[in-house]
């Protein structure tokens, strides 16, 4: 008994107990970092500002037209008020609010007389990456306040290794802007255990990327409702923030509309009776209603899917709300006859959040998965941005190079025929000089009387529609562009030969020359006056050019 007193010591002081400090999130839920937060700052903002800009610049290939003709033309056309608006800014179903982004950076371009055609097609894809940029920071720090800094690393990891983000992201696309505000706004959403919620601020972004494609209310009609759940005082969220935000942006996209429209036009309105009332996007195809879960989800997230279904069953009851929005979006575009891999593409920041805890919790396989994943993604990224459909691109830069031949030349003056489907090529925002171009037309039917399709007319009889076209050799056009594959190139080569060759005098010779660039053919005339010959050479990348003079 005694020598339990001894031990005890109840009275005495004794020394000082040193705990073993526990790394477990039971007792801290941060890691501590060996650097700084302004340091951490400032190199996420570097590589991401740095990597969105070698990305911008590493996707030389077209996606769709839509990256041009939604956003670049219509810019083009405000500022130098000549080019070609499609038929969807003369019915108003598009808004001018993104456009009006690229026009001022036009407009600024004008004014300092910098405006070529480099700088022109180069900068709104820069500003486009900026804004990337900007919104990846966003997202490593949101997933550092909501994770641990080792699932915040491998979750920036995922989100940045992303073949299609690295593909879309730096277009100028309303479905790039809208997936980057969406990304924004998810920092200021309140998701479990957020440190940085703002329900004005998200509400703004959101109302933001609802005036720049409509369809953006699609994704945030689940995150919206699991908020106005969640609040306390429903009343003040609706009254003070919904109603107010949502009514301001209403108005600011009516008048900027009603504007550049000089008529009253409601674009939210017309998109949905054009689009989902009058189903006039089938026009232009459609998809089984499995499509999404067959092909296209699986496309969009890519080599990721086995670490979003992992991912998923770690994670489901803490983003349960960010799985049913990813669900929600797929379902409700899948009811929709007209279905493109872009859609979905805003809903790809949610999943790489359950991708990064799954490849966090590969503690034996992590490295090997994230090797095989950064090699599978750079593989298709590579792929898709610089070789897959980059002939539409590159054959607006060979007709670029005939601004000058057609502003001193005599006539004829250069006359472009775009043998395609329609909106293939991007069109006067890659070439900036008001050299004359006609293309094959094919806007939906929309109940006008004496329709015509003149894409399919001419798929349907080339000859046929060409001769009817140019029923005068002066019509003739100059230069000819359509893809290589086309059925009954040969044809066509034999008819230009034909048209060319009765305008051939004794003291002139007509040059019929064949160009392949890319995957396109351009096919074009010129007086020459040298001895009938053939020339043949190759030029840089691939392309090839095919000369022949006949007598």
Not at 236 to 265: M, Q
């Amino acid at each position: 008994m005694e020598n339990i007193r001894t031990r005890l010591k109840f009275g005495n002081k004794v020394e000082d107990v040193k705990l073993r400090k526990r790394k477990s999130q039971l007792y801290s839920k941060e890691d501590e970092s060996p650097l700084n937060y302004g340091e951490l700052r400032t190199r996420v903002v570097v590589f991401s500002v740095a990597f969105r800009l070698i990305n911008c610049f590493l996707v030389q290939t077209s996606f769709v037209p839509d990256e041009y003709w939604q956003s670049l033309e219509v810019s083009h056309r405000m500022v130098f008020n000549y080019g070609y608006v499609t038929w969807e800014w003369k019915e108003g179903i598009r808004g001018f609010t993104y456009p009006l982004f690229f026009a001022f950076i036009y407009k600024i371009l004008y004014f300092i007389n910098y405006d070529s055609v480099y700088l022109l097609i180069w900068l709104p894809r820069i500003s486009q990456a900026l804004f990337a940029a900007f919104a990846d920071v966003k997202f490593f720090f949101l997933i550092r306040t909501l994770e641990s800094c080792d699932v915040a690393k491998w979750t920036f990891f995922c989100h940045m290794c992303s073949w299609f983000s690295w593909y879309c992201c730096t277009r100028t696309l309303t479905n790039s802007m809208e997936t980057t505000i969406t990304c924004l706004a998810l920092s200021y959403f309140p998701l479990p255990g957020s440190k940085t919620h703002s329900s004005k601020i998200y509400l703004t972004l959101v109302a933001l990327a609802v005036i720049v494609r409509p369809t953006a209310l699609i994704v945030w009609f689940p995150l919206v409702m699991y908020h106005f759940w969640l609040e306390d005082n429903k009343l003040r969220l609706i009254t003070h923030n919904l109603i107010p935000i949502g009514a301001l942006a209403v108005v600011i996209s009516t008048v900027i509309d009603c504007i550049f429209y000089e008529k009253w036009t409601m674009v939210q309105f017309s998109f949905l009776k054009f689009n989902v009332l009058h189903s006039v996007a089938d026009f232009y195809g459609s998809h089984p209603w499995h499509w999404y879960f067959t092909q296209g989800f699986g496309v969009v997230i890519g080599p990721h899917l086995p670490l979003f279904l992992h991912g998923c069953s770690i994670a489901f009851k803490k983003y349960k709300v960010l799985l049913a929005a990813v669900v929600w979006t797929v379902v409700v575009y899948s009811l929709l006859p007209h279905k493109e891999f872009r859609f979905i593409y805003p809903v790809l920041p949610f999943c790489m959040i359950f991708c990064g805890i799954s490849l966090a919790n590969l503690k034996a396989w992590r490295r090997s998965a994230a090797s095989i994943l950064l090699v599978s993604n750079l593989a298709a990224a590579l792929y898709t941005g610089l070789i897959h459909q980059r002939g539409t691109l590159d054959v607006m830069s060979h007709l670029q190079t005939l601004c000058d031949v057609s502003s001193t030349s005599a006539p004829p003056q250069t006359d472009v025929l775009f043998l395609m489907p329609c909106h293939s090529t991007p069109y006067y925002s890659h070439i900036h000089c008001p050299m004359k171009m006609r293309f094959l037309e094919c806007p939906p039917d929309l109940g006008d009387e004496g329709y015509v399709d003149e894409a399919d007319g001419f798929y349907d009889d080339p000859l046929h529609w060409l001769r009817t076209s140019f029923p005068y050799k002066s019509s003739l056009p100059t230069h000819l562009v359509l893809f290589d594959v086309l059925e009954k190139v040969r044809y066509i080569h034999k008819l230009y030969f034909f048209m060319y060759l009765s305008k051939c005098t004794c003291d002139m010779y007509i040059c019929v020359f064949f160009v392949v660039v890319g995957n396109l053919c351009v096919f074009g005339r010129e007086q020459v006056c040298e001895d009938s010959r053939d020339i043949s050479y190759s030029l840089s990348r691939g392309t090839s050019w095919r000369k022949h003079l006949y007598l």
